[in-house]
Structure formats: C-alpha cells, structure tokens
C-alpha cells in the first residue's frame, strides 16, 4: 500500500512540473490533477498524511461544490445585474449572504477535520496554498487568451512599461 501511495505521490508531482504546458480551463480532470499535485507538494504530504489528508479534502470539495449548486444554480442561470429587478437584486444579495454564512460554516468543520490528520502549520498553510493555486489558474486563463471580465485598466506589474495608448 505504501509503495501505491508512494507512486501516486511521485505521479502528481510529475504532474506539477508539467503545470505550466497545461491549459487548465480545457479539462477539468487536469486542473484536478493539478490541484492534488500543487497542494500535495506545497505541503509537503508524507504518504501516509496524504492518505488521511485526501478523502477528507475531496468530501470537503464536494460539499463546497454542492453548497454553490444549491446557492446559484447552474452558470446559465446568473443573470446580468443590470438586467434584474431590485426584488430580484435584494434576493441576490440574500443568497449571497446566506452562501458565505454557510461556506464559513463549512471551513470550520473541515479546517476542524484537516486538524486531526494534519500538523495545525500544514492547515494553516492549506488556507495560503488554495488561494495561491486560485491565482496561478487566474494567470494562466489570462495567458491563454481567455477573455477578462470588464473593468478598470489594470496597473502594470511592477517592473514592467505600460501599454501606450490605443493598444
């Protein structure tokens, strides 16, 4: 058993070195396996952590996934705000508050649940670890030619010449 979890352990991590030729948004198994290589080498998950650490964490994902389904509904069902009524606008911002209530609720329980099989630093590093992969699919999306939302124009990154007009 240990020699299984050991390979799959050293599978994601190959998997992590290719991260950067992945087009994450193309294939959801991929960005998954991503994920589990990111978090389990950013961790630094023994194998016998990552086999406590994982069936809890996908639970964990299935909840947050079946809280957003339960809360929004599928993506064709978001309406333009500008489109909705203010009954409509009120009952979004309910639902809202309502979602981050219940999500907070959620990561209570399992930051709870990852404490009895994780050192309470390697929780607290999970916390950092999601947001950072959140942000380098963001990047990525970007780099890959995704459209971005609209908004105002983005500062240059530090180090870098901005754009001239009319680009």
């Known amino acids: 058993m240990k020699k299984l979890l050991s390979v799959a352990v050293l599978f994601a991590m190959c998997l992590l070195t290719q991260a950067q030729t992945v087009k994450p948004q193309g294939d959801p198994q991929k960005v998954e396996a991503l994920k589990i290589s990111f ?15 994982w069936p809890i964490y996908n ?37 809202q508050i309502a979602f981050k209530s219940k999500e907070l609720d959620l990561n209570k329980k399992y930051i ?13 590093k999970l916390l950092m670890v999601e947001e950072h992969f959140k942000k380098m699919l ?30």
């Open 138 to 167: 963001l990047e990525k999306a970007k780099e890959n030619g995704s459209p971005q939302q609209p908004g105002p124009p983005q500062a240059p990154k530090p180090g870098t010449k901005p754009a001239p007009k009319g680009e």
């Open 39 to 53: 978090i389990t080498n950013k961790l630094s998950l023994t194998p016998e952590e990552a086999k406590l650490f």
């Open 112 to 124: 709870a649940e990852f404490k009895k099989v994780l050192p309470v630093k390697k929780v607290a």
């Open 59 to 95: 639970q964990y994902e299935e909840e947050k996934k079946a809280l957003r389904k339960a809360t929004f509904g599928e993506k064709d069902d978001i309406k333009n705000i500008d489109e909705m009524t203010d009954a409509e606008a009120q009952k979004f911002i309910d639902n």
